[in-house]
């Protein structure tokens, strides 16, 4: 979709009351996907991409992107529905549902918004398309944040998001889906409020035709069902070496089963700037709002002004060759190279 034809989307959806624009791009294929475009196009500051989790939308960055694009000096934040999910088309090849290829379509979402380099929030899969960025164009990163993923992913908590990823019952309303949320996250999110379990809710399941139906498509489970987690996913060390120029802060949830504290403090001596910070009462992945909100504000603000980045800055991103990525169902990929609302996982 060109630029007229994105113009002319906005038009149709207008500005939400919430603070954003629905834009609408072509990825290379054609296929449509969505993004939420919020703040002033034109500001400043190094703009926001950020990128959920597999089964995940642009709305669990809601409260982050008004934070970021409301504060006193507005920032631009682009939140992206991938291919199969929120409002983007889905793929009739779920083979498609694939890392390389989110890779390339947050690439070209970019450059339909006029976006060159930013800095990165990543959840879940988020964080490992965004090591692939950091593979294969550097320079489109300034810093990155990653929320509760690492280079390690523990079996475990991939055996849990395969266990409910398109097997979710349907809720007759969202007071049921809350109910269904917590049957079976209890043990993922124990310090979650009332108002934290309508937003995972809400993230789960969207309105369509007087229905409560998953936000993303469910052949996303033909990906996972690949999945061979009787023994551990290749680990992504060299992938997260890439990002060694760039300042990164890790959050992880205290009840975590996807980012063990092991991988975390591995990733602190790796990295020659790494930030982490512990989100109390939550596991895979913290929801973006109140403190753990309040965290990256202050780190991509500290980015900005110079002062988390003098230890990373003196690693200058070097594009090398394409980086080696074991495929495992879709959900870790071999990053292609080309120019150009769910459960939390």
């Keep these: 979709m060109q630029e007229d034809n994105v113009a002319a989307a906005d038009m149709a959806n207008g500005r939400d009351d919430a603070g954003y624009r629905s834009r609408f791009v072509s990825a290379a294929d054609g296929l449509v996907l969505h993004l939420r475009d919020y703040g002033p196009v034109d500001s400043a500051l190094t ?82 398309v965004t090591m692939a960025i950091a593979a294969a164009r550097p320079t489109a990163i300034r810093a990155a944040v ?16 395969r266990g409910y990823v398109g097997k979710l019952p349907v809720p007759r309303d969202f007071t049921q889906a809350v109910e269904i949320m917590q049957t079976i996250s209890d043990k993922q999110f124990p310090g979650l409020d009332d108002e934290g379990w309508m937003k995972l809710a809400r993230g789960t399941w ?18 996972l069902a690949g999945l061979d987690l009787e023994k551990p996913l290749p680990p992504l060390w060299t992938l997260f070496a890439a990002l060694s120029h760039a300042p990164l802060l890790v959050l992880r949830g205290a009840h975590s089963d996807i980012l063990s504290n092991e ?23 913290p929801l973006l709002d109140g403190e753990a909100a309040a965290r990256i504000v202050d780190f991509i603000a500290a980015v900005e002004r110079g002062g988390a980045q003098s230890e990373a800055e003196e690693t200058k991103p070097v594009p090398g060759p394409e980086p080696s990525m074991p495929r495992a169902g879709g959900f870790v990929a071999r990053p292609v190279l080309e120019e150009d609302n769910t459960i939390q996982s």
């Excluded at 990128?51 to 642009?58: D, E, Q, V, Y």
């Design 146 to 161: 990653f929320n509760d993923i690492g280079p390690v992913i523990e079996p475990k908590g991939l055996m849990r998001i």
């Design 206 to 223: 969207q309105e369509k035709d007087g229905k409560l139906v998953p936000v993303y498509d469910p052949a996303l489970l033909k990906g």
């Design 263 to 285: 991988t975390l403090r591995e990733m602190e001596k790796r990295h020659p700037a790494c930030e982490t910070h512990s989100v109390p009462g939550q596991g895979h992945a």
């Design 47 to 128: 703009p926001v991409v950020c990128l959920p989790g597999i089964a995940r939308t642009a709305y669990d960055f809601h409260d982050l992107a008004r934070a970021l694009s409301g504060a006193e000096t507005p920032r631009r934040v682009l939140a992206l529905d991938y291919r199969g999910r929120g409002l983007s088309q889905h793929d009739r090849n779920w083979r498609n549902y694939d890392i390389g290829i989110e890779m390339d379509d947050c690439l070209a979402a970019m450059t339909a918004m006029g976006v060159h380099q930013a800095n990165f929030v990543g959840t879940s899969r988020g964080g490992l």
